[in-house]
């Protein structure tokens, strides 16, 4: 679509080829400097820049071809396309402007960083940067306040996404502010309707009792519950959707037939414990022990230890742990196996469990400031038994716990990228409608310029960490390193969304009655669980480029 003189999709590839080309010689003398990622530890400002800077290009990316292909099948949308180059525009601004402050250390000449200075590049970049387009784009967004009706290109996911919205907003989202402010627990009517509807075994395959719906209706499911709802909806699958991954990866077959049903149902429900109070992202330290031990003459584990975050755990009836089964330290990520422990279902903020074999776990809420719905527990586990069949992968499973749990924090990390557009979705939509409502001198603040410039924003920033999180998602792999970017992205961008949305509310924004509040609060968290920011950026995407560009 032509815009001012210009093909707004054409000119949004031009920009992406451009800065991908940049972007690939500065990857190029990273893995040189770092020794293809072994030296990132001497490295990590520059790391942690290059990281963003790929994962950035890469949405910009997405979002182009996006444009392009709702072109090619005859749908071209004029505001995809506008937004496309918006975000190119910005993203290609950055990197330029990176490289210029960060000469040295990202080690390219003139030659290489030329077609970012040509006239060419020049003349896209303040086309998409323009003040008017950008405005433009935020004028229109006002006016079909906010909504999210963007061409899915799959009619499993159109249909997901209606069935999904529908349940968030008459099940999900009029108790949802209660739920907040009282910091209460997902309520157990809510979960059989969650489970009602399907939406534990979306991605479960259908010989295992799930729908076999695929990662793209899931994530879309995601978005549209954590809209309503992070903590009380959007959330809820997220944790059986990591132990499925772990079981589909290398569970038994009979681990598989047991749990996979159960846990599509919503018969069972799962809390993930992994973290430790002392070793947060640094799995490989994990301390909580399991020994070999017998009861009554079955064959199994004894636990000890503590977990810290184990979101969920009170309400959940199985625990998937990970702890050390070799005891030499200097194993690390290669001395850990995953367990599922089962328990009773217990409400509020402190439990304890006291098996029949002797071994007791405890759990205490950590108060939070948001998230809250599904309440997130310390652990502390003493003597707890486990039987050797509850092993994920039984004999096979001993010491691959690590892998087998970080294929399932990929999926986790896929799914938070739906939840960050959720909430990010929600705040825009919040701010479109008090912006129309809202009176400033006589004037709408609809119609304010500056309203418009940063509404123009916030949609476009959503759009690319929308299209980014959905090709993660069609093209789902446990190892690859775009579930990581998908993540990192929209939980800044879901940070960012919120924040201007209240600030757009001025005071009534600071208010609790008001949930806009809670999207703040809500997003504060996104960055953290799940890879913590810098650890994604540093040890998953940098490493992982590195290594790339240095192979």
């Known amino acids: 679509m032509t815009i001012a003189g210009l093909n707004a999709a054409a000119t949004a590839r031009q920009l992406v080829t451009t800065a991908q080309a940049v972007l690939d010689a500065a990857l190029a003398h990273g893995a040189r400097v770092t020794e293809g990622g072994r030296l990132i530890d001497d490295h990590q400002v520059h790391t942690e820049r290059l990281a963003y800077l790929a994962t950035q290009v890469r949405a910009a990316h997405e979002q182009a071809a996006y444009a392009e292909r709702l072109a090619a099948a005859g749908k071209g949308d004029e505001l995809q396309d506008t937004m496309a180059l918006i ?56 006016a079909a306040g906010g909504a999210n009706n963007v061409e899915l290109e799959d009619e499993v996911a159109a249909l997901t996404r ?48 799930g729908t076999g719906m695929g990662d793209l209706p899931m994530i879309v499911i ?70 070999p031990a017998e009861h009554n003459g079955e064959r199994g584990w004894r636990i000890n230890g503590a977990k810290a975050w184990s979101t969920f755990s009170g309400r959940a009836t199985l625990l998937a742990l990970l702890a050390r089964t070799d005891p030499d330290p200097k ?15 217990y409400d509020g903020h402190h439990w304890r469990f006291e098996q029949p074999e002797g071994g007791v776990i405890a759990g205490t809420a950590n108060p939070t400031p948001g998230y809250r719905g599904m309440h997130s527990f310390t652990l502390a586990l003493d003597n707890v038994w486990v039987p050797h069949t509850r092993l994920v992968g039984g004999d096979e499973g001993v010491n691959r716990g690590f892998y087998l749990q970080m294929g399932g924090f990929a999926a986790g990390r896929l799914q938070t990228g739906g939840r960050a557009i959720g909430v990010a979705q929600a705040a825009l939509e919040k701010a479109c409608q008090y912006v129309v409502q809202r009176q400033q001198f006589g004037v709408s603040l609809a119609d304010f310029q500056l309203t418009q410039y940063k509404i123009g924003l916030m949609a476009t920033h959503i759009a690319a960490g929308r299209q980014l999180t959905y090709a993660s998602a069609r093209s789902f792999d446990t190892r690859a390193v775009e579930p990581s970017m998908a993540k990192l992205l929209t939980c800044d961008v879901a940070g960012e969304v919120s924040r201007e949305a209240q600030l757009l509310h001025g005071g009534w924004g600071y208010s609790e009655e008001d949930p806009i509040a809670r999207y703040v609060v809500d997003a504060l968290v996104l960055p953290i669980f799940e890879g913590v920011k810098p650890i994604l950026e540093l040890k998953v995407i940098g490493r992982a480029l590195l290594a790339g560009a240095g192979s």
Do not use: C
């Open 87 to 142: 975000y190119a525009a910005e993203v290609a601004h950055a990197l330029r402007s990176q490289i210029e402050a960060a000469w040295s250390d990202f080690g390219l000449d003139d030659a290489q960083v030329a077609p970012l200075h040509s006239a060419e590049t020049r003349e896209a970049v303040r086309a998409g940067l323009s003040e008017e387009r950008i405005r433009d784009v935020g004028a229109r967004v006002i």
């Open 162 to 209: 209606e069935m999904a919205r529908d349940f968030g907003k008459n099940e999900v989202a009029p108790i949802a502010q209660e739920i907040h402010r009282q910091d209460l627990l997902v309520p157990d009517s809510l979960l059989a309707k969650f489970s009602e509807q399907g939406f534990f075994g979306s991605s479960i395959p259908e010989q295992y009792g």
């Open 222 to 291: 995601t978005e549209e519950l954590s809209a309503a709802s992070l903590a009380a909806a959007g959330s809820l699958a997220t944790r059986p959707e990591i132990l499925t991954k772990a079981l589909l990866a290398g569970g038994t077959e009979e681990q598989r037939e047991e749990w996979l049903p159960r846990i599509a149902t919503g018969e069972v429900l799962v809390a993930i414990a992994v973290t430790e109070p002392d070793t947060g992202s640094d799995v490989a330290s994990l301390q909580t022990r399991a020994e």
């Open 331 to 345: 194993s690390g990520n290669r001395g850990l196996s995953l367990f599922m422990i089962e328990k009773p279902a």
